[in-house]
């Protein structure tokens, strides 16, 4: 990945360069495999339900759409998801394109695991509470196999979830919380100790849980994505600072990445959720050095950029 231009942000140490981990890439296909879920939703359907511009056919279009909006917000860098089993074509087709911006992070169903379509994908994404799996399953086993093999990681979501766009269109989602605890990632990540495993939105109300793993693996990252809502299912005194600070204290500041959890236009890339964190983390009194790491460098770091 290029660095010798570096786009930088304002943020409350000066300009700092910004590789947000967490971006939803949806895709023409994303939204085809919504249209087959429900008898008379198509396309069109959609885009009035949701209000949202869907993208082209090409996924390179999507793609240079957002290189502008990065550009416009002064992003650097950016992890795509491709958000349906599948669809890793998507995201890999926007990495080829802008191989100086975007990252390929793709979900797999690990029952019907392909790691010939994955030779481009730099993070391999686990849903396991939305295919109802139990991360012990021997079928996840390939997937961590897949990432030792080289500078990739497995993203996994744990805690809460919910799919925004589902419940505006009326579709099921049938997610099974049971597999959704990140203590169940334990044994596979000491059996795996070179592979990064993210975990998304702080465990998504498994805080704890996620604290606890961090402190045993120190190859779980923390991703700080979203708007954090899960804080209110804790006790009542703890804000986006108090996460912060305890996920500093126990997985410190080289295993935090930071994401907004961006994904549809045109709202386009969520700023909010970058001057919250970023706020947040200068109230505490972090440094220079320590932002650059969390807002950036960390994810570059772990995959080898």
């Known amino acids: ?35 087959d879920q429900k008898r008379g939703l198509t396309l069109e359907t959609i885009a009035s339900q949701t ?10 279009k999507l793609a240079a759409v957002w290189a502008e909006e990065l550009d416009r917000q002064s992003v650097a860098h950016a992890a795509l998801i ?34 010939e379509t994955f030779s481009e994908v730099r993070v391999a994404c686990l849903f396991p509470a939305m295919h109802c799996y139990s991360v012990h399953d021997p079928s996840v086993r390939p997937v961590f196999e897949w990432a030792e093999q080289g500078s990739r990681a497995v993203f996994v979501h744990c805690g809460v979830l919910s799919v925004g766009v589902r419940d505006r269109l009326g579709l099921e989602s049938r997610f099974d919380m049971r597999f959704s605890n990140p203590i169940d990632l334990h044994a596979i990540a000491l059996r795996h100790p070179k592979v990064p495993i ?11 849980e996620a604290l606890m793993l961090a402190e045993l693996c120190p190859n779980v990252y ?28 126990v997985a410190g500041p080289r295993r935090l990445l930071f994401g907004t ?30 932002a650059r790491s969390i807002f950036g460098e960390n994810l570059l770091r772990i995959l080898g950029e």
């Open 1 to 35: 990945m290029n660095r010798t231009s570096i786009l930088e942000r304002e943020s409350p140490w000066g300009l700092i360069p910004i590789a947000d981990a967490h971006i939803h890439f949806f895709s023409h296909h994303f939204f085809e495999k919504l249209t």
């Open 51 to 60: 209000g949202w511009n869907l993208p082209a056919s090409e996924p390179e």
């Open 82 to 115: 491709s958000s349906v089993p599948g669809d890793e074509e998507s995201v890999t087709a926007a990495a080829r394109a802008h191989p100086e911006r975007f990252l390929a992070f793709a979900m797999t169903n690990p029952r019907a695991w392909r790691p």
């Open 198 to 208: 993210i975990v998304p939105h702080f465990g998504a109300g498994y805080f704890r």
């Open 222 to 249: 923390l991703d700080t994505s979203s708007t954090n809502r899960w804080v209110r299912y804790q006790e009542s005194n703890l804000d986006l600072r108090h996460v912060f600070r305890r996920a500093l204290d």
């Open 261 to 290: 959890d961006s994904s549809f236009f045109p709202r386009g890339w969520n700023h909010q959720i970058f001057e919250d964190q970023a706020k947040a983390l200068y109230e505490l009194g972090i440094d220079e050095a320590t």
